[in-house]
Nanobody, 117 residues
Framework: QVTVVESGGGLVRQGGSLTLGCEAS????????MGWYRQAPGNQRELVAT?????????GDSVKGRFTISRTSRDSRETMLLQMNNLHPEDTGVYYC?????????WGQGTQVTVSS
């Protein structure tokens, strides 16, 4: 079983920056992909960024050039960071971490990001 915990959400002004963290623990052997998704009120959940165990990153079109995803392994934990720069009000939403491993996918509970104009 994999446990996923997000951190780092908050309120920021337009143009500001935030860093989100996601820590995966438990049965983390064989994690293939870790990623961030977000959901704004009334909208469907959408891709923000993903990162494979081989280091291949994929970004949603609206965040390319502004967000950077990274991942480290230490002490039986996988940690993923999402550095978000030049934030726009449209980036507001609940950000969810997803881990895809050999036993399937695990989602975190989400962290709220609010960007004021």
């Amino acid at each position: 079983q994999v446990t996923v915990v997000e951190s780092g959400g908050g309120l920021v002004r337009q143009g500001g920056s935030l860093t989100l963290g996601c820590e995966a623990s438990g049965s983390i052997f064989g994690i293939a992909v870790m990623g961030w998704y977000r959901q704004a009120p009334g909208n469907q959940r959408e891709l923000v960024a993903t990162l494979t165990s081989g280091g291949m990153a994929n970004y949603g079109d609206s965040v390319k050039g502004r967000f950077t995803i990274s991942r480290t392994s230490r002490d039986s934990r996988e940690t993923m960071l999402l550095q978000m720069n030049n934030l726009h009000p449209e980036d507001t939403g609940v950000y969810y971490c997803k881990v895809l491993g050999i036993k399937g996918e695990t989602w975190g509970q989400g962290t709220q990001v609010t960007v004021s104009s």
